[in-house]
Structure formats: C-alpha cells, structure tokens
C-alpha cells in the first residue's frame, strides 16, 4: 500500500476539456513532486514543491497548473491539452527536497487525451 | 551526453542467472544515487540507495565508481518476479537553499525466464 494516492487512475479527456489530478500523501514529508512519464523516455520532472512553495517549474507549458495547498495536498489542473500530453503522470513526495532524501512515488494517472 | 545514461535491454536471463547492470552519469557532483523498480504499468518503487562503500542487498549488490562516474546493480540468482524495468536514479544535487533534482535513466528492462 503506498503512502501517496492518486486520483484519478485513469483518465480521458478530450483538447477542450478541463479535468484535475489529484495527489495526497501521508507520509509526513515536505515536498512534492509531479512526474511525467511518456513511452520510452526517462521520467520527466514538471513542478516541485517544497513546504507548499514552488520551487520547480521545468518549463512546464501553461495547460498544466499545480496546486499546493498545504504540504500533503497536490493538485494538477489541466486545460486545452493536446495529444502527445497524453502519459502517466506521477505524484511523489519526499521529507524534503533540498536534500538527497528518498522520494516515494504514487502509482500515477494514465492520462489519455483525445 | 545524455545526464543518467543506462543500456534499454531487455536482458532476458533464465531463472537463477546473475546479471549486472551499469548506469553513467554525466555531472560529477552529483551527491546521490539511486535505484528504482518499476513493473509494468506501476510506479517505480525505491530498490536501493547506493553508497560510495557499495552495498548489499539479499541478493542486490549495488556500486558505485565515483571517478568513472557510473553505477551498478547486480542481481544473483535471478527470480521470475525481478521481472522489471530498473531505473538508475541520480541526484544533482545542489546548494542550499535549492531544490535537489534527481534525473532518471531510462532503464533497462530484465526478463527472467524459466
């Protein structure tokens, strides 16, 4: 059983839809991540979270929005995706992201968008 | 050069084989390593913290070669459940005050048959 849940685990959406994902966790830590992870490629970094401050955003175009109101709690707001956004996008948290600590993952949402 | 480089596989290695595989990464500072399973179709999942000693885990043995900059995972007497992808996991580290940043390898995938 894993201390971060996603919701939803699957999702399809169509370009003009606006959907949310949402992330908790109940492991006591600091930060929190959003992952991106397409079909042979490495997983992808998107926003980072640390003690609900942004402290990450790699270039994440606009369509996707986080949210982070309090350290366990982390939301993804999703507005005019395309196709090729279509992945599994991962949650996970660790104690906190400055340093070298374990980062613990949620079992993600398949996003699929139509 | 790619920053966390591993070979995709697969390497498919009957049941009771030892296999060994290597990761490269390209920033000598990186402070942390890292690795992660990840079955199909799941989150990746922490199998190990790598230490500058090396370690040993069951049947898991993990090094790590500062001066080559690379990392290795050995598994011996291979079971049909190590069945995964194994992702190298490096973290760039970073100053204080910064977030932390790891990067993922792609992965190799093992296949153990019986």
């Known amino acids: 059983e894993t201390g971060v849940t996603q919701t939803p685990r699957h999702l399809v959406m169509g370009m003009t839809n606006k959907k949310s994902l949402k992330c908790e966790q109940h492991l006591g830590h600091n930060a929190m991540y959003w992952y991106k992870q397409s079909a042979k490629k490495p997983l992808e970094l998107m926003f980072v979270?640390?003690?609900?401050?942004?402290?990450e955003n790699n270039s994440v175009p606009s369509r996707f929005s986080p949210e982070c109101p309090n350290s366990s709690h982390l939301f993804l707001h999703l507005h005019t995706l395309q196709p090729e956004d279509s992945a599994l996008y991962l949650c996970?948290?660790?104690?906190?992201?400055?340093?070298?600590?374990?980062?613990?993952f949620g079992e993600g949402s398949w996003l699929t968008v139509v | 050069r790619k920053e966390v480089e591993q070979d995709p596989g697969p390497f498919n290695v009957p049941e009771g084989a030892t296999v060994a595989f290597n990761c490269t990464y390209s920033?000598?500072?990186?402070?942390?390593f890292f690795w992660y399973r990840q079955d199909c179709r799941k989150e990746p999942k922490l199998l190990m913290s790598?230490?500058?000693s090396g370690n040993e885990d069951g049947r898991f043995t993990a090094q790590l070669n500062r001066a080559s900059q690379y990392i290795s995972l050995l598994i011996r007497d291979s079971k049909l459940s190590d069945s995964a992808t194994y992702l190298c996991?490096?973290?760039?580290?970073?100053?204080?005050?910064?977030?932390?940043?790891?990067?993922f390898g792609t992965g190799t995938r093992l296949q153990v048959t019986l």
């Open positions: 790598v230490y500058s």
């Open positions: 996991v490096v973290n760039g580290g970073g100053n204080t005050g910064t977030a932390s940043k790891l990067t």
């Open positions: 979270y640390n003690f609900k401050e942004q402290t």
């Open positions: 920033n000598s500072a990186s402070q942390s």
């Open positions: 996970a948290s660790s104690l906190s992201s400055i340093t070298g600590n374990t980062i613990y």
